[in-house]
């Protein structure tokens, strides 16, 4: 079964630097998505993709966060300038479709936990 | 604010006894419900969803979830358990409107003792 990948699968690096988390989509998909989960808190929203810009971000996706598809496979998640507060877990997510068809599960990969020391 | 609540941080049973795991939601318009499981160092796993018609569902690994529509709820249940469903579990609800995003619920372990 196709499944979403990503790399690394653990992050180490020191606040103020910055971070790209990279991302495989299955590849007939067509949404993208990133959702992080603090330590013994809930999965949250940051954003979604879908044709080349994003489609919808929370509050949590400030300046500091961008996401790029900068070419046909892959997908990242760069955070410019990291804090001690974004040490997380960080899912990638994509689904075949997304507004329109509101049933199309997401499909989870298996997170990067990015720790900010 | 939209919200998705799952009461109990731990459920335990036995092994072959029937289980449930509770979410209630709070959102706008029709939503659309889900149920992922994560097992430990690993991601989001789909186990079912819930769209419209028949109020129960049926999803992977034997289990199903109950729709409640008057009660906004959506509980997880199986009718035997087994050790290998120890895992957590969350549920998960995607607002009616022209949004894509997920609201999740903070997730419930669920212990199978054998």
């Known amino acids: 079964e196709p499944e979403v990948t990503q790399t690394p699968s653990h992050q180490v690096t020191q606040m103020g630097q910055e971070v790209i988390l990279r991302c495989v989509p299955i590849?007939?998909?067509?949404?993208f998505y990133w959702y992080r989960q603090i330590l013994g808190q809930k999965v949250e929203f940051l954003v979604s993709?879908?044709?080349?810009?994003?489609?919808?971000k929370s509050e949590i996706f400030d300046d500091q966060f961008s996401v790029e598809r900068p070419d046909g496979s892959n997908f990242t998640l760069k955070i410019r300038s990291t804090k001690l507060e974004d040490s997380a877990m960080y899912f990638c997510?994509?689904?075949?479709?997304?507004?329109?068809?509101?049933?199309?599960?997401?499909?989870f990969g298996n997170g990067t936990r990015l720790t900010v020391t | 604010a939209q919200s998705v609540a799952q009461p109990e941080d731990q459920v335990n049973v036995a092994e072959g006894n029937p289980l449930t795991v509770k979410c209630t939601y709070s959102?706008?318009?029709?939503?659309?419900l889900f149920w992922y499981v994560q097992y430990p160092n690993r991601g989001l796993q789909f186990l079912l969803k819930?769209?419209?018609?028949?109020?129960l569902v049926k999803g992977s690994y034997g289990f199903e979830a109950e729709f409640n529509k008057s009660q906004t709820s959506f509980h997880l249940k199986k009718p035997s358990a087994l050790v290998s469903d120890s895992a957590l579990y969350f549920c998960?609800?995607?607002?009616?409107?022209?949004?894509?995003?997920?609201?999740f619920g903070t997730g419930t372990l669920l212990a199978v003792q054998p």
């Open positions: 997510a994509s689904s075949e479709a997304g507004p329109i068809l509101r049933n199309s599960p997401l499909h």
């Open positions: 590849s007939n998909h067509l949404y």
């Open positions: 993709f879908y044709n080349n810009e994003i489609s919808e």
């Open positions: 959102v706008s318009g029709n939503p659309y």
């Open positions: 819930y769209i419209t018609g028949d109020n």
């Open positions: 998960a609800v995607r607002p009616g409107g022209a949004t894509n995003k997920l609201i």
